[in-house]
């Protein structure tokens, strides 16, 4: 008779089970699309379009909930083979009900969703404290985010039913997708009042960088831009030549790590402090020649290159600088390659850098222009830094992609191209970064993996024709030639298995920079020719995930990383 209860109880329970399953994959279902609307107003920042979904969110978030928990479901945890159907379903529900009542319901209680949106320049000004009313419900909502992706993150569906894996995997980017609009803001809430002068006057160099030459964050600081901001208002002061800074120099601080890969002169030429990937340290590098050329160190410094001045003037009316017209289609290549051709005497042409970018920063920061809608491209390409003085602000910094350290802990993998010639010739040289991951074919896990850096020269003239001072030649390099180093980023985890250039094995380098790997290796290319280096890869102990891949910005308008590309692993 005990027997025929337990088999019973047993039965009941898989009975009831399956009902709530059965139950909670119909939610399922109407949850998905009611999310994806969801989120689609909220991309949209239509307040009123979300208040109408988030009630129909919340019955269904609510009711997948209640389907997902409860004793029957505690004990099949314990289950083989089921909890792995189970826990994610489970950690689905606590992530849906917390997504609906305490993510986006605070954010539909908004009076408007403009606190997603980019800030505006209004006669020449950006308000400090546009964004302080949404400030609290932001914060809110960020920390909810933040909790319910790292309990997602903890959970293994490896060895889940396809039909499980898929809808957590698409809960996990709908998560992700929210946060990132959300962190965005909150930063951009904590950062302004003060960043902006709000609070007292705050003065910052600019950093205009010249890809032509290229430098680990972009290329060589080319021009320094004293700007004040007031109360949201900017005004340009004055204009350095990198030139004109290394009389203040050399740069100290520098760790033996930094010395050991990039040498004496990362600080002992304001034209070489950014020749590291991570952006806070060449600020840091180059306030201190700010500071011996004014006497006062800046409040932070500020990076950008012409590219991204292109994509911030937008289509505002053209400018005739020295004889040139500039407008934001054409002002990289006029930048970074023309003002050489139209003028021979260095001079001359520093001179046309200085106006250049005096004139059309000032145009950028006058509001004259699609500056901020500019700036987030330029943001999407590593095109655009910041550094802050103060140490409240560079915390908050110093973890995002504005922040410019290109090793931190969410960047996967990179590559980094820094010019060895002082030429300009590296205009030419386009870059491209394709990672590739072998997943396992029995549970999908990540195991080896492939990061191929493709240099290509693509001048294809007749280099008797070009200036000088872009084909740098002597005696240990041919004109029209570009030399440099080439560092790539390994991921973390992971050894290296070989390197190899066009297919042959290549010497390098192995690096330490900031507890990250670099394979660091010579780049020569003369015009026409084109080099791919493969760093092959294995993990050392588990399977990794994959995150951001980054690389030195070109000087083209174009994002020279690929996506991740897939191939069958052995496990």
Known sequence: ?????????????????????YQAQGEADALQSSAARAQEAVSARDVDTLRGEVETLSEAANSFYDHTHGIHWTLATYIPWVKDQVRPLQAAGVAVKALADDALAPLSELEDLDALANPEFVDGRIDPYFMEPYRPTLEQVQAVLVEQADALAEVDTSNSV????????????????????????????????GMLGGEEPRTYAVMIQNNAEPRASGGIPGAVIMVTIDDGQPLIGEYFSAGELNAYGPATGATDEELEVFGDQ?????????????????AIFMSQYIEGATGEAPDG???????????????????????IDVSGENLAEVMLNQVYFEFEDPNKQDEF????????????????????????????????????????????????????????????????????????????????????????????????????????????????????????????IGRGEFIGGLYILVPDGYRI????????????????????????????????????????????????????????????PVLNVSDVDTFESPC
Request: net charge negative.
């Open 266 to 282: 990362l600080v002992n030429f304001s034209q070489t402090v950014n020749a590291t990937p991570q952006f806070p340290r060449a």
């Open 497 to 556: 298995l070989s390197v190899a250039a066009n297919g042959e094995p290549i010497g390098y380098t192995d690096s330490e920079l900031a507890g990250r790997r670099l394979v660091e290796l010579q780049a020569r290319l003369a015009p026409g020719e084109s080099t791919q280096v493969t760093v092959s890869l294995e993990p050392e102990s588990s399977y990794f995930g994959i995150g951001e891949v980054v690389a030195t910005p070109g000087s083209k």
């Open 353 to 476: 850098f200085a106006a250049a970018a005096s004139a059309l920063f000032g145009e950028v920061l006058g509001g004259g222009s699609s500056a901020v809608d500019g700036l987030e491209r330029a943001l999407d390409e590593n095109r655009f830094s910041v550094w802050s003085a103060t140490e409240s602000e560079q915390a908050i910094l110093e973890s995002t992609p504005a922040g410019g350290d290109q090793l931190r802990d969410d960047v996967w993998a990179g590559a980094f191209l820094n010019d060895g010639a002082a030429s300009k010739i590296g205009y030419y040289v386009d870059m491209e970064v394709v990672p590739s991951v072998g997943y396992c074919a029995s549970d999908g896990r990540v195991g080896s993996a492939e990061l191929d850096v493709t240099l290509t020269h693509t001048y294809d003239g007749d280099v008797a024709s070009l200036p000088d001072y872009v084909a740098s030649s002597g005696v240990a």
């Open 1 to 21: 008779m005990a027997v025929l209860v337990v088999i019973a109880a047993v039965i009941g329970w898989g009975a009831w089970l399956a009902w709530d399953a």
């Open 301 to 323: 410094v500020i990076s950008l290159d012409p590219v991204a001045l292109g994509y911030m003037m937008g289509d505002a009316e053209s400018q005739t600088i020295m004889g």
């Open 162 to 193: 396809v039909l499980v894996s898929d809808a957590f995997d698409q809960l996990t980017g709908q998560l992700s997708e929210l946060a990132t609009m959300v962190d965005d803001a909150t930063t951009l809430a904590q950062l302004l009042p």
